[in-house]
């Protein structure tokens, strides 16, 4: 059923469309690029469970909270913060600080998906040489200046050109045909890697925890990646949750959306993890694991230059449906307060992130390779004010606002809508979480990771 939007306003066709769009937002490159080597830097399974209950405990919550917003208000994330308490317009905070965010994770994932979408093709040319993609590959790629450059705009190109098509004919219809692929592709790729001899030490360090790993900087690290990864704080997922017909449920939506998000996360690092084991690799390879570990480990598979090529097309799909949302966020309030057409406004989102990225990109050679902000270079400062940061304070303003100034009765007619007369009792629950449990989890996660507290 179609939703109710005004006459200039689009938004997703049907609620299975919702659903793949908001998981194409939160499935990508976090899944199988950010994920894995984060969790592979912060001490394996410990990691990954303290992502777990972030989740759980915060990530799902918060989840709600957005699309309850975005859904009530119908507009875009910065105007729906302003106005969805009467008479408190400078909660468009929330919105500028996602907005902010958006700009700045763009800067740096655009460049991550410039090198996925080259190595696309070096794979290919790797394959029909018969030679092997290594570190000196990368190197090369990350650290050049127009090659990594091209790219980066080659993949805002795409994503502009995405959004510029709509949002039930472009956002919802690419997102509903990559993601079925791209399950399909990483789980071929975890049945090569779950076959290796070997294999099982790497799935002992994804599901054995060592405790002593778990610091109060591990669990904001955790707590920044579940924001990146369910792209929440940012104001794509209340942007999304504006375009959601009324017959959409809510809260099972978002568990369906935050379940299967983990899900991909967890065959990511399947495809990873007993591969890098089976070889002699180290799981803490950082940000280059995905482009200097995978390639040399695939190589020595029988047809490992075909799952090679097989695994950076996944990896390009999967960061599509998150640039997608990350690019409407300023584009839904160019269209509605700058009254622009959407292709223009989708174009010039794009040029904006184009020129910031040009920081990201260009600090990972000698260009701007020493320029460095409170000891930073300009891709991980961004990175580290957008998730550890922005993402965490934005969610706590988020739970604030939701549970605290907002009427309870609100809360429940939004996350009643679609189920009738009768209410399920776990939406109490879910706004017990939302009022209480999330913004204090929040906050001491934030404070021990400062080390504020111990």
Same mark, same amino acid.
């Given at each position: ?41 912060? +001490? #394996?399974?410990?990691?990954?469970? =303290?992502?777990?209950?972030? /989740? %759980?405990?915060?990530?799902?919550? *918060?989840?709600? @909270? ?76 990350? +650290? #050049?200046?127009?090659?990594?450059? =091209?790219?980066?705009?080659? /993949? %805002?190109?795409?994503?502009?050109? *995405?959004?510029? @098509? ?127 570990v995978i390639p040399l480990i695939f190589s020595k598979m029988p047809l490992g230059s075909i799952f090679t090529v097989i695994f950076f097309i996944l990896s390009s799909i999967a960061t599509i449906g998150a640039m997608v949302s990350l690019i409407e966020v300023p584009v839904s309030w160019m269209v509605e307060k700058g009254r622009m057409k959407r292709p223009a406004a989708a174009y010039l989102t794009g040029a904006m992130m184009f020129g910031l990225g040009i920081l990201a990109t260009l600090s990972q050679g000698p260009a701007l390779g020493n320029a460095k902000i409170f000891g930073k270079n300009f891709f991980d400062l961004f990175d580290y004010v957008s998730s550890n940061v922005l ?64």
């Amino acid at each position: 059923m179609a939703s109710k939007q005004t006459k200039t306003r689009d938004g997703f066709a049907s609620s299975v469309g919702a659903f793949a769009a908001t998981l194409g937002s939160a499935v990508g490159l976090g899944n199988i690029w950010k994920f894995p080597y984060l969790t592979g830097s912060n +001490g #394996g399974a410990a990691f990954v469970i =303290a992502y777990l209950l972030s /989740v %759980l405990l915060v990530g799902l919550p *918060i989840l709600v @909270a957005e699309h309850l917003i975005g859904r009530k208000t119908r507009l875009n994330a910065i105007h729906a913060y302003g106005s969805v308490v009467k008479g408190k317009k400078y909660w468009s905070l929330i919105g500028w600080a996602g907005f902010i965010a958006a700009i700045l994770i763009m800067a740096y994932y655009t460049d991550v998906a410039g090198w996925v979408f080259a190595y696309v093709f070096k794979a290919i040319g790797a394959a029909i040489s018969g030679t092997t993609l290594n570190s000196d590959t990368f190197n090369a790629l990350a +650290g #050049g200046t127009w090659e990594p450059l =091209a790219w980066q705009f080659v /993949v %805002l190109v795409i994503t502009s050109s *995405i959004i510029a @098509a709509g949002v039930s004919r472009g956002i919802e219809r690419v997102t509903k045909t990559l993601m079925p692929v791209l399950v399909v592709l990483l789980i071929l790729c975890d049945i090569r890697a779950l076959t290796l001899p070997g294999a099982f030490a790497g799935v002992e360090y994804l599901f054995k925890p060592d405790f002593s790993k778990l610091t109060g900087n591990v669990m904001l690290t955790a707590l920044g990646l579940s924001f990146f990864k369910l792209s929440l704080g940012m104001g794509t997922m209340t942007t999304y949750g504006s375009y959601m017909p009324d017959e959409t449920r809510i809260v099972p939506n978002a568990a369906k959306v935050a379940l299967s998000d983990t899900i991909v996360s967890i065959l990511a690092g399947l495809a990873i993890f007993p591969a890098v084991f089976a070889f002699g690799g180290s799981p803490a390879g950082g940000p280059g694991l995905l482009f200097n570990v995978i390639p040399l480990i695939f190589s020595k598979m029988p047809l490992g230059s075909i799952f090679t090529v097989i695994f950076f097309i996944l990896s390009s799909i999967a960061t599509i449906g998150a640039m997608v949302s990350l690019i409407e966020v300023p584009v839904s309030w160019m269209v509605e307060k700058g009254r622009m057409k959407r292709p223009a406004a989708a174009y010039l989102t794009g040029a904006m992130m184009f020129g910031l990225g040009i920081l990201a990109t260009l600090s990972q050679g000698p260009a701007l390779g020493n320029a460095k902000i409170f000891g930073k270079n300009f891709f991980d400062l961004f990175d580290y004010v957008s998730s550890n940061v922005l993402l965490p304070l934005g969610g706590l303003a988020i739970a604030i606002l939701t549970g605290w100034l907002l009427k309870k009765g609100e809360v429940v007619e939004e996350l009643s809508k679609g189920y009738g007369t009768i209410k399920p009792r776990y939406i109490q629950l879910i706004y017990i979480f939302i009022k209480y449990v999330s913004p204090v989890l929040i906050f001491i996660i934030i404070l021990n990771g400062f080390g504020v507290i111990k």
